[in-house]
């Protein structure tokens, strides 16, 4: 079986700055563990709102999370700034897997990384669509070659 090992920088290509909040942390000392999903929704709705491919309120066409999983290798705690990096490393015609790698200010490996998966679907019925232009534009410069996690043996 092999080992998934943390992600370098170059695996990304945007990077979001990230506050961590008292209430980040846990009773054990770090960040919980479910704060980071919520720093992976953060940072690829902030880039599409920013790129002027989502309205949160008005929109006619949302992404709805399918799939998410993280890998975590360093503990990040309050209070630590975080960099979130995204990339994109599948685009379909209804569907995008972001990469999203979670990085300690200034460190070269990731402290955790994932996948998100948004089906992007109309507003109103909630059946998938095809992505609008818009929002494949603002993709389109964050993706990367499909990559498998570096592992060890």
């Known amino acids: 079986m092999s080992r998934i090992l943390a992600a370098g920088r170059d695996g990304f290509r945007h990077y979001a700055p990230i506050t961590t909040r008292w209430s980040d942390n846990d009773v054990y000392g770090h960040v919980n563990n479910v704060v980071y999903y919520s720093w992976f929704d953060t940072a690829v709705n902030s880039y599409l709102i920013n790129a002027g491919a989502l309205d949160i309120e008005h929109s006619p066409v949302i992404g709805l999370v399918v799939h998410t999983q993280c890998h975590y290798f360093s503990p990040l705690a309050f209070p630590q700034q975080v960099e979130a990096g995204i990339a994109v490393a599948e685009l379909g015609r209804s569907s995008v897997r972001y990469r999203v790698g979670l990085f300690a200010a200034g460190e070269a490996l990731s402290a955790a990384h994932g996948d ?11 059946r998938p669509v095809h992505l609008p232009d818009a929002l494949r534009r603002a993709l389109l410069p964050l993706v990367v070659e499909s990559q498998p996690d570096a592992s060890a043996h």
């Open 116 to 126: 998100f998966i948004h089906v992007y679907v109309d507003r109103q019925t909630r």
